[in-house]
């Protein structure tokens, strides 16, 4: 049996196109979690504000304003537990320029801190789509019940960074 030239090209371009198109069917994208902001807790030990000492910090509820347009509930709270911790992971807003964190300690005594960032979408692959990361973040404001005072240590948030990107000074 004898192909034809045009028969040869025809049969070779359909395999290569089969080749290619099949190439991206068995990609898989490997889970990488959501940028977070990493948040960590201390308190100055002298007057001068040079020293500084590791705390923990219990909260009743920790919620975002303008993550969701009902008041917060009991489990939307980033914080699960009266129990003290260290630290905290907080995601930031994937359509806004800014976010706003309450941190509840007790009844009377609420703080308020609020964030702005660039938002930075990038492709990461075929099968993954775009992911987002947050650069130049900045505090704008924050109130002082038990906050002294807010520090941003790493200005960009990506989910490589393992750092704290904030910290927080209680009184």
Known sequence: MRFTPLFLRTSCWL???????????????????DPVMRVSFARFIDAERTEEQAVTVAFKHIYGIGAN?????????LVRSKA?????????????????FVFVRDSLA?????FTYTRKPYF???????????????VIKHS???????LVTQP????????????????
């Open 15 to 33: 395999l290569v196109i089969f080749v290619f198109l099949n190439a991206c069917v068995g990609e898989e994208c490997e889970t990488v979690s």
């Open 69 to 77: 347009p009902q008041p917060p509930r009991k489990d939307d709270s």
């Open 84 to 100: 003290a911790i260290a630290g905290l992971r907080i995601p930031l807003s994937q359509v806004n320029d800014m976010s706003t």
């Open 110 to 114: 609420n703080d308020t801190i609020f």
């Open 124 to 138: 990461r692959s075929q099968a993954c789509g775009f992911e987002m990361e947050f650069e130049n973040l900045r």
């Open 144 to 150: 002082r019940q038990n906050i002294d005072t807010v």
């Open 156 to 171: 960009s948030v990506n989910a490589q960074n393992n750092n704290a990107n904030v910290k927080i000074y209680f009184d």
